[in-house]
């Protein structure tokens, strides 16, 4: 089982950046995949970013492309995510998620972090 805590979100204005932080534990971080999540109100949950758990980064969704980016910190067992040029639709809860057995199926959930984008 891996643990995953989200931070960095907050309520921002349209155009702005924020960077969102998933701290991980619980097993080495170099052997799983992990993911970005989000969901809007009334909307179905959205993966937006995965990195493999060599690095390398497999998906952007084509809403984020060009905008956001994933990325890992070894040394902190903590992945990034680098949201530019926000937009008031990429307002939604934001979650990471540990793909441990490394199927593309996301087992392990952080609680998530609100991000507000005001137009």
């Known amino acids: 089982q891996v643990q995953l805590v989200e931070s960095g979100g907050g309520l921002v204005q349209a155009g702005d950046s924020l960077r969102l932080s998933c701290s991980t534990s619980?097993?080495?971080?170099?052997?799983?995949?992990v993911g970005w999540f989000r969901q809007a109100p009334g909307k179905e949950r959205e993966k937006i970013a995965v990195?493999?758990?060599?690095?390398?980064?497999?998906y952007y969704a084509s809403t984020v492309k060009g905008r956001f980016t994933i990325s890992r910190d070894y040394t902190k067992d903590t992945v990034y995510l680098q949201m530019n040029s926000l937009k008031p639709e990429d307002t939604a809860v934001y979650y990471c998620?540990?793909?441990?057995?490394?199927?593309?199926?996301?087992?392990?959930w952080g609680q998530g972090t609100q991000v507000t984008v005001s137009s």
């Open positions: 990195s493999l758990w060599s690095g390398r980064t497999t």
């Open positions: 619980g097993r080495s971080f170099s052997t799983f995949t």
């Open positions: 998620a540990a793909d441990i057995r490394r199927n593309g199926e996301f087992d392990s």
